[in-house]
């Protein structure tokens, strides 16, 4: 798949694409990523991409021109693209949400600054509006870096191992279990002592265990749907809960 990324600031992505996994995809032509300056589609002196708001108000609002000029110049040669105006009036990003991004073959990212974009790019241009969060930030910058990140992890051969992403946090209706390395004895912490057994199934089970413990104590919003559970966490699950009401303790540590 491909990113397009539409910025004022292109230098921002300069450490992203230089390190880690999102490095590697793209060295393996798993994921191109293009950095585009919004200033390339003015065709004023001064590139301008901003201007005042209508009505008054503080701040300066992106214009719509350089940016649908620059969008339907990086998509014309595809049928469907995906064009996401990051923003925190949009739909908050999820895993849902990458998932299915992960599957499309051009995703375009606009980047807003000051006040925000031109709301003609929402409605005209824009095939959706994402959020990364309920907070704002300055510039859609890191959540460009923040979808994209989640997404290519996503695809295909992209972490070495395919079961790898499988199991993390929110795709099986559950965060994911906590993990220790050595030392097995860390200023008198001790790792679980299941983890050490070397019994595969014990193991296993220890670590539904501490993920659902997790959830629970975390995120019990994402077990009111246990149908994205599966057979043997909705057993844990409900032996953990009635351990609870019964009062007993729900460290992670405990065995039962
Ligand atoms: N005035 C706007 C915020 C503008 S912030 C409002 O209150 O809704 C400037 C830019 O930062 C936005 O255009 C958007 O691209 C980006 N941004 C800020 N918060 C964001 C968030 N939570 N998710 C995605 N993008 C965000």
Redesign the pocket.
């Known amino acids: 798949m491909r990113f397009d990324v539409l910025t004022i600031f292109p230098a921002f992505f300069e450490g992203f694409l230089a390190y880690g996994i999102v490095r590697r995809a793209c060295q393996r032509r798993q994921v191109g990523i293009g950095i585009h300056n919004l200033r390339d589609w003015t065709y004023d002196r001064h590139q301008v991409v901003d201007d005042r708001p209508y009505g008054g108000e503080d701040?300066m609002v992106?214009k719509p021109e350089p940016i649908f000029r620059a969008v339907e110049a990086l998509t014309h040669r595809q049928p469907n693209p995906s064009v996401v105006?990051?923003?925190?009036?949009?739909r908050p990003?999820d895993q849902t949400v990458a998932q299915h991004l992960s599957r499309q073959s051009q995703v375009v990212l606009?980047?807003?600054?000051?006040?925000?974009?031109d709301e003609r790019v929402a409605e005209h241009l824009a095939t959706e509006e994402?959020?990364?969060?309920?907070?704002?930030?300055?510039?859609?910058e890191p959540?460009a870096m923040v979808v994209m990140d989640a997404v290519i992890r996503l695809l295909p051969e992209v972490l070495g191992n395919p079961t790898s992403a499988q199991k993390e946090s929110f795709q099986a209706g559950r965060l994911d279990y906590p993990v220790y390395t050595r030392p097995a004895v860390y200023r008198g912490h001790a790792v679980p002592a299941e983890l050490l057994t070397g019994n595969h199934a014990e193991i296993e089970l220890w670590r539904r265990r501490a993920a659902l413990r997790k959830t629970l104590r975390y995120r019990p919003d994402l077990l009111t749907d246990q149908t994205r559970l599966d057979e043997t966490d909705r057993r844990l699950l409900t032996e953990l809960l009635r351990a609870n009401a019964a009062g007993q303790p729900m460290t992670c540590h405990s065995s039962s």
Request: some cysteine; proline content about 3%.
């Open positions: 701040g992106l105006l990051l923003t925190p009036q949009g990003f606009i980047c807003g600054r000051y006040e925000g974009v994402i959020s990364i969060g309920d907070y704002v930030l300055s510039g859609g959540a």
